[in-house]
């Protein structure tokens, strides 16, 4: 039965769509099964995802029906306090527009619900909260997000929080429907950040410090056979329990931060994973193009949550698909600077002649059938030939 809205009473029905595959097929949403685990894996490993891809391919759809579906059951007032979606302006310089700010003229404080989502997540810390950022990079992301990105990676096992946020200096600020607003507060680790982007002349490029914190997916397929069908593509990467309403936050005993400790029982798990990424990092480390031990243990993290919660979990298809949404979205350049460590690397995902770095470049976007990285080979196949073309290349188009 399909979720209904009942808005004289501001109240939606609760639900019987406790699987997440299910409950976005019956909103009449065809996104394939494996973009939505990727989505959730990705948000439970670290919460701040981006989403980019062509216009109109359901970017913004998906975090929408997401949060809606981790909130079922709630009246209309209710979830106005659990989803905030914030349409980003291009003339945002600073925080304001995500945090408010105070009027010293009329000595009150003007909030936004990004501000009241993360007063009502530090008071209730057992519930997930979503932000959603449509349009990101309609503004600098450095200018007005740089305080969320520091903040999230000064969380410690001692400070679960995290370095606090100042908002004004008055020793009693109040909105002008008399709500106070405390001098600081912090991120708490139940609040969930989406930031959606498109790429033309109105936007900005995001930077390394940017991408570097986030997982990075990708909408550019369109499928419309399955779409004209009604369903959802059924491909690789399905979660075990499809029920996942309880599992996005921090489960007893996990911390909600990526740690070495991330690392160390992945390599426990399977001595590969250490392997696989010493290998990648010798691709791009004489080009200076490698990764720290944050994306390490972000990429630890991804693996372990997906060994724990997918069929048939295979190291090397999650790799591929860590490759591809943390590793490969920071490069962007010239021919000069990227053509050789992308051949060096497609040369690693495609699997052909894997002990010569030196092999030729692609001349299509065609790939082995039997590539150990598939996902990565096929978008770095697509990269490299836009730099033959353009001599330019971005990860997002």
Not at 47 to 53: C, D, E, W
Not at 192 to 214: C, H, I, Q, W
Not at 259 to 277: P, S
Request: charged letters at 25%; hydrophobic letters at 35%.
């Amino acid at each position: 039965m399909k979720p209904q809205w009942h808005e004289e009473k501001g109240l939606r029905m609760e639900s019987s769509m406790e699987y997440i595959y299910d409950y976005f097929e019956e909103e009449g949403y065809f996104f394939p099964r494996e973009v939505l685990t990727r989505y959730f894996l990705s948000l439970k490993t670290k919460p701040f995802v981006i989403l980019t891809g062509i216009s109109g391919t359901g970017k913004t759809k998906i975090a929408q029906v997401f949060a809606e579906y981790m909130c079922q059951g709630l009246t209309l007032e209710e979830m106005a306090k659990r989803i905030a979606f914030v349409p980003v302006r291009p003339d945002w310089m600073d925080n304001k527009g995500l945090l408010g700010y105070y009027n010293l003229l009329d000595e009150k404080y003007h909030a936004t619900p990004v501000l009241q989502i993360l007063i009502e997540a530090s008071e209730h810390q057992d519930k997930p909260y979503f932000i959603i950022l449509d349009e990101m990079n309609l503004a600098k992301v450095e200018q007005y997000f740089s305080d969320f990105l520091s903040i999230m990676e000064s969380r410690t096992a001692g400070n679960l929080s995290g370095e606090p946020l100042y908002l004004h200096s008055a020793i009693k600020a109040e909105t002008p429907d008399g709500r106070v607003i405390p001098q600081q507060i912090t991120i708490p680790p139940n609040v969930y950040f989406t930031g959606t982007v498109n790429v033309d002349e109105s936007t900005y490029m995001f930077s390394p410090k940017v991408l570097d914190r986030a997982n990075v997916i990708e909408f550019n397929d369109v499928d419309l056979a399955n779409y004209e069908r009604g369903v959802a593509s059924a491909d690789g990467c399905i979660l075990k329990a499809q029920d996942v309403r309880e599992k996005l936050l921090p489960q007893p005993g996990e911390t909600p931060f990526c740690n070495k400790t991330d690392y160390t029982r992945a390599q426990e798990m399977n001595r590969n994973t250490g392997e696989l990424l010493s290998r990648i990092l010798e691709i791009l480390h004489p080009h200076h193009l490698h990764f720290g031990y944050r994306v390490v243990n972000e990429i630890a993290r991804f693996i372990l949550l997906a060994s724990e919660m997918v069929q048939d979990f295979k190291l090397e298809e999650t790799l591929d698909i860590q490759i591809l949404q943390k590793i490969l979205p920071k490069f962007h350049g010239t021919q000069a600077k990227l053509e050789e460590p992308l051949g060096k690397l497609f040369t690693f995902c495609s699997g052909v002649d894997t002990d010569n770095y030196e092999s030729p470049l692609p001349e299509s976007e065609e790939i082995p059938e039997d590539a150990p990285f598939p996902r990565s080979a096929k978008k770095l196949a697509r990269m490299i030939r836009n730099l033959k073309i353009q001599g330019y290349t971005s990860f997002i188009e």
